[in-house]
C-alpha cells in the first residue's frame, strides 16, 4: 500500500507559478515510475508529466513544455511539479501516480495503480 497526498494548489493569475508537492507515505517510492495528470471540469484525466525512478528522464505533454518541470527527491519520499507561466487553460484538479509494478515512465495513466486524492489549481486571466 502506498499513500499519496498532494499540495501546493491555489489560485493564481495567469503568468503565475505553483509549485505542486507529492509526498508518498507506506512504500519508498525510489524503485518506482510516478507522474502528474490533471482533470479539468467536464473533461477526463490528462497526463501532464511523467519521471523515471532516479529523475534523470521526464516526459510533458506538449502544452506545458517549457513551463512545467517534475522532479523528485527519493530522500524525501517527494515528487514535485514546478509550474510557471500558468495559463487559465492549466486550470484542473492535479493528481499525482505512482506505478509500484514497473520502473518504467509512462504517459498510459491506466498503468498507475495508487492515487493521491488531487490538489486544485485555478489559473484566472
Known amino acids: 500500500q502506498v499513500q499519496l497526498v498532494e499540495s501546493g494548489g491555489g489560485s493564481v493569475q495567469a503568468g503565475g507559478s505553483l509549485r505542486l508537492s507529492c509526498k508518498a507515505s507506506?512504500?519508498?517510492?525510489?524503485?518506482?515510475?510516478m507522474v502528474w495528470s490533471r482533470q479539468a471540469p467536464g473533461k477526463g484525466r490528462e497526463f501532464v508529466a511523467t519521471?523515471?525512478?532516479?529523475?534523470?528522464?521526464?516526459k510533458y505533454l506538449d502544452s506545458v513544455k517549457g513551463r512545467f518541470t517534475i522532479s523528485r527527491v527519493n530522500a524525501e519520499n517527494t515528487m514535485y511539479l514546478e509550474m510557471n507561466n500558468l495559463k487559465p487553460e492549466d486550470t484542473a484538479v492535479y493528481f499525482c501516480?505512482?506505478?509500484?509494478?514497473?520502473?518504467?515512465?509512462?504517459?498510459?495513466?491506466?498503468?498507475?495503480?495508487?492515487w493521491g486524492q488531487g490538489t486544485q489549481v485555478t489559473v484566472s486571466s
Open positions: 507506506g512504500r519508498s517510492i525510489s524503485r518506482y515510475a
Open positions: 501516480a505512482i506505478d509500484t509494478d514497473s520502473q518504467w515512465m509512462t504517459s498510459y495513466l491506466d498503468n498507475y495503480d495508487y
Open positions: 519521471i523515471n525512478l532516479e529523475g534523470s528522464n521526464t
